[in-house]
């Protein structure tokens, strides 16, 4: 059974384009490197289960914050297109909630020896 959860890491790759096109705004895309490693991972029953938290704690993340970004942008009137603003605004945040629960259950997992 292969891996499939180290693909997020060619999501790193717009870190590449960033740093060919001189756009440092895609710099953060660099930390989706470490998602490689998961090829390497024998994606046992506590591990998919970890994922699955994980991605299910980001979208309701990326629900509310897109919605609630969308209603204060719009609220305020800060952006031409709130929908788009709300919605970059949820991803990112979203991304960054994946990628630091994934940080956090292998930190627990590898130094206590457990998944809570």
Not at 16 to 32: H, I, M
Not at 39 to 64: G, I, R, S, Y
């Amino acid at each position: 059974m292969k891996n499939w959860y180290g693909c997020i890491g060619f999501v790193s790759l717009l870190g590449v384009w960033g740093a060919l096109a001189g756009e440092p705004l895609f710099y953060p895309f660099f930390a989706f490197l470490v998602f490689f490693e998961y090829f390497w991972v024998t994606p046992d029953e506590m591990f998919l289960d970890t994922m699955k938290k994980c991605a299910a704690t980001a979208f309701f993340c990326n629900l509310f914050l897109t919605a609630a970004a969308t209603l204060a942008l719009s609220y305020l009137r800060r952006s031409g297109n709130p929908l788009a603003g709300g919605a970059a605004f949820g991803f990112g945040v979203s991304i960054a909630v994946f990628a630091f629960s994934t940080c956090i259950a292998e930190a627990k997992e590898r130094i206590w020896g457990r998944n809570d």
